[in-house]
């Protein structure tokens, strides 16, 4: 199986059955910032991503914040919101995939990560043994470098993956 496979795919991350992982014995969710849940590098936590946070807690899920953007960016992100955070992940290195599961005592296997770049959040999810679930991204306008990594993407969606999404 190719490392850059999800093992879902969602249109918006609102879309993600929030019982049926639960059922499943999942446990935590590390979820991504820039382009998943927030407009890129300026995107604040609006209702929508306010409310999947509060149901997925609710829900008994443990959430972090989980983002290769820097601590003033995620702090930007969050506001009032109380979540734990990891900032400067550098995914797609499985060191902070474990690390935060291992602070958060939850293993890898019941470990949902929700992102949008197949070769940052989804190819860690992989390597870690975390279940990746791609989040299509919430905007067509990326940075630079996420720019750069989306025609890479393209390719492997089309020419690894064999998927149009
Ligand atoms: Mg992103």
């Given at each position: 199986m190719s490392l850059f496979r999800p093992k879902k795919i969602l249109?918006?991350?609102?879309?993600?059955?929030i019982p049926r992982y639960r059922e499943q014995g999942f446990e935590m969710v590390l979820l991504d910032v820039?382009?998943?849940?927030?407009?890129?590098?300026?995107?604040?936590?609006d209702e929508r991503a306010r409310k999947f946070i509060l149901d997925l807690q609710k829900a008994g899920f443990k959430v972090v914040i989980f983002s290769n953007n820097n601590e003033k960016r995620v702090k930007m992100f969050l506001g009032d919101l109380k979540a734990d955070y990891w900032y400067l992940?550098?995914?797609?290195?499985?060191c902070s995939y474990l690390a935060v599961c291992k602070k958060m005592h939850v293993k890898p296997s019941k470990t949902i990560v929700m992102g949008d770049q197949l070769i940052t959040d989804i190819l860690g999810a992989n390597l870690s043994g975390c279940y990746g679930i791609y989040c299509k991204q919430l905007q067509e306008k990326d940075s630079k470098m996420t720019a750069f990594n989306r025609r890479i993407e393209k390719f492997i969606w089309r020419n690894v993956l064999h998927e149009e999404v």
């Open positions: 249109k918006i991350f609102t879309d993600l059955d820039d382009n998943t849940i927030a407009a890129p590098n300026t995107g604040s936590c992940a550098m995914k797609p290195l499985p």
